[in-house]
């Protein structure tokens, strides 16, 4: 790794990364050979986490396609100096901004969403002019195996390449003296990241985790809102980091509200064959044990063996139950009531600032007031996850879920430094500055 490493600044430093024709040249070359391995992909997204070829589309592939399409059309724009006002105080000189690569830039995915995690992150190395070295999780085999033959029939390993492995694998990468280092990951890791970053003073962008909430007002659209908390819940058996991790409904409206989540839980994720299973046997324990929380209302049976979980509505859960002490990550969804809005803003904001927060009501007040008042990383009114597709929103989460952004003109500037330089006239010299000399400014 350490040689990798060594080539990699190498051929940073001969300049090739700079010039907008190779990062165009980079970008357009993924998209054709991903084009080429896309049934592949699909395939391994099926066979590892059972995604259907809709969800492979929509959640991973196409995201990664819409991802080059928007940085490749903008770059050139990106890339250019910019030059930015100079106070009188300085005649004679100007200012420029230069955006430039960090440099070799380590990238941590996780297996999630596998395949879109680990190309997002690279595309906008790649788009800054960075080099790169990718590390996938270790749970889904597959797709890092997949990930290391698309990538190595593009790049040249001095340029791009692929590390496979787990958690050794990963400590010792973080060991080396990156320029950059992109995690997508757990809070608790995401701390392990940083540690090892601080050790080299390498700049760090966190993609973490959470409990995002979704609160539903008294004067929500409670059909509307059951069924996109349902669609961004139970999506990918909510092993998504910006799912809703728990509903917090108005006491008032919330019989109507489970009543039309169970409708459409049957309607977009009944058929047992076609919904996501969740990564591994022992994740899948893990959630089994949440299923004694609260009173099940929907859902709950299981199949530990075929890694299957019942999309599952939990009712009468309290904050001090074991499945609200930490991201639940899989498909049960407890259910919590709040009397007024400022009961829900101060119980949410008990807990780390959330990576999303949804928010379901018709009164601008109470959208405002929330906006206002409650800290976190993204999100929608009205709505679930489709915020994470906007490329004109920079997406990243806050305090405990995040540090940085990306997406779209986010992620060239999670990769760039923008270099700050004032470019003096030669022609005359301003003699106020300089101390005893004649001229002088005199301050008294
Ligand atoms: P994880 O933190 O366990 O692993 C992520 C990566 O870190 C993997 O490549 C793994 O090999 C490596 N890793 C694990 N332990 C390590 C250690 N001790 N030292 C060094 N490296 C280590 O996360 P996960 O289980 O793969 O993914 C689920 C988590 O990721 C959830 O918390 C989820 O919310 C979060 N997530 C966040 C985003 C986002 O964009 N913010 C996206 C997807 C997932």
Known sequence: ?????????????????????????????????????EQTITDTLKKELHKSSFEAYT?????????????????????????????????????????????????????????????????????????????????TPEMSALLKTIISEVFPEEYVAVVEGGVDVSQQLLDLRFDHIFFTGSVPVGKIVMAAAAKHLTPVTLELGGKSPAIVDASAHIDLAAKRIVWGKFLNAG?????????LVHISVKFLLIERMKQYIEQLYGDKDTYSRIVTVRHAERLVRFLTNG??????????????????????V???????????????????????????????????????????????????????????????????????????LPFGGVGQSGIGTYHGKASF????????????????????????FPNALKWV
């Open 239 to 247: 092993q998504t980091c910006i799912a809703p991790d728990y509903v």
């Open 413 to 436: 500037d999670a990769f760039t430094h923008y270099k700050s330089v004032l470019k003096q006239t030669t022609k005359f010299d301003i003699p106020l500055r300089y101390p005893n």
């Open 295 to 316: 009173i099940v209302v929907h859902g709950g049976t299981y199949d530990i063996e075929q890694r299957w979980i019942e999309p599952t509505l939990l009712d009468d």
């Open 318 to 392: 309290t904050w001090d139950d074991d499945i609200m002490q930490e991201e639940i990550f899989g498909p049960i969804l407890p259910i919590l009531t709040f009397g007024t809005v400022d009961e829900a803003i101060q119980m949410i904001n008990d807990y780390e600032k959330p990576l999303a927060l949804y928010l379901f009501s018709e009164d601008r007040d109470v959208q405002q007031q929330v906006l206002q008042q409650v800290r976190f990383g993204g999100g929608c009114i009205n709505d679930t996850v489709v915020h994470v597709a906007n490329p004109h």
């Open 59 to 139: 959640t991973e592939i196409g995201i990664v396609y819409e991802e080059i399409r928007f940085i490749t059309k903008r770059l050139s724009d990106w890339m250019k100096p910019q030059r930015v006002p100079t106070p009188l105080t300085h005649l004679g000189s100007k200012s420029y901004i230069y955006p430039e690569p960090y440099g070799v830039s380590l990238i941590i995915a996780p297996w999630n969403y596998p395949f879109q995690l680990a190309m997002s992150p690279l595309i906008g190395a790649i788009a800054a002019g960075n080099c790169a070295v990718v590390k996938p999780s270790e749970y």
């Open 1 to 37: 790794m350490n040689e990798l490493l060594k080539k990699q600044k190498r051929y940073f430093r001969k300049g090739e990364t700079l010039s907008l024709d190779f990062r165009l040249k980079q970008l357009t070359r993924l998209k054709e050979t991903i084009q080429k391995y």
